[in-house]
């Protein structure tokens, strides 16, 4: 397998045109002496939307790594692949987070539960089944994905993370000790797991939730971990995952405490938030920039149902607090810009229109080249909030704070 760092940080870049703004964020890490591995991530669903193709992800990376002169690793990301999808990243990537929370619930086979459960004696035989029963099927899932990678890319050329973040309830910590006896079980060599962890992981926007709680399942993860790496022969280099984890700023202090505490690595993917900082710095830019951001809120505004549909699970918009398109047509750069960025001790700070923008990318995708025009012509202003998001808001809290 292809051992991950200790620190790996995903970003996602929608029109592939901030990866070397991404990167400075990195190397302002380890001018401090901290060294996080970026990982370029874009799902198959965004690339549908956009009209792009993966091996553009990888182009981009690796001319903003040589642009740059970063001589650390990176990694592209295949985000929230399946069977049905995985193709098409073979080549570019060597990240894969299989995605099979589609799969919980779904009955496994009774001999295989059974057969599970006569295996691990050492484990609660009455819980054990309960568990099996409901994770069983997406785990064997994840062995079919990863022996499907394997084959065609060989084992020693890529990373494996398992996903079970997309679904309705969170696992217990001892829930997911017996999702990672049971991965053991399926010889994939797992080196980051993504847990639906209890509370809301709305795009682009804080936790919500009871941050105290959140500390304590994240910590008694990372102890199920621990203990799995030890007596199941699962990776060394095995740790946590937070999934939409961009923004959420009032669970960074205690994931910084306990993996400070405990040694522990993390993987951190966000993904919207760096097309969000294009949009400020299109409307820092100048009148043009300002006034296509506009016109993206206002297609965004007119299309809000159509948009927000795939992605109700992680959303949360109150439609009567967004401002009216007549209203954010007379705004300053100054009012746009302090609505959507993730200031919230500004009184201009709305996150139902930063979520419904977040969301709201399939508009810049439909303007093709006007908007991908604009993203040139608005380089430094784009650049400098992109930087700048990832470095202060995110790589700070998290790492040097």
Known sequence: M??????????????AHQARAQLRAFEMAAERGVEITPVWNKSNREHLIVGSEPASVQAAAKAAVKASGWANPWH?????????????FIEPSDFYTIDVAHFIGQAAPKPDVEAFVARHPELDGDVVAAVASKYLAAVQQAGKIYRYIAAKKGTDRFITEVSMDETDSPQTPRELLIILVAIADE???????????TGRFNKGVDYVGDVDQFEREFTEDLDVIAHAVKNYGLP????????????????????????RKTGAGLHLKTAGTTWLEELIGLAEAGPEGLALAKEVYAEAFDHKEELCEPYASVIDIDYAAL????????????????ALRHVQSNPAFNPNVRQLLHVGY??????????LAMLRQSEEA????????IFERHIKPLFLD
């Open 2 to 15: 292809l051992k991950i760092e200790k620190f790996t940080f995903g970003v996602g870049d929608r029109f």
């Open 76 to 88: 592209v990301d295949a985000d929230h692949i399946n069977l049905d999808t995985v193709d098409r």
């Open 187 to 197: 010889k994939i060599p797992i080196q980051t797991i993504a847990p639906k962890f």
């Open 236 to 259: 060394e280099t095995l740790k946590l995952s937070v999934h939409s984890g961009s923004d959420k700023f009032s669970i960074y202090a205690p994931i910084r405490k306990a993996i």
């Open 323 to 338: 401002p009216s398109t007549g209203e954010v047509r007379k705004w300053a750069a100054e009012d746009y810009t302090g």
């Open 362 to 371: 399939k508009v810049a995708a439909k303007m093709g080249d006007r908007y």
């Open 382 to 389: 784009i650049a400098r909030n992109v930087t700048e998001n």
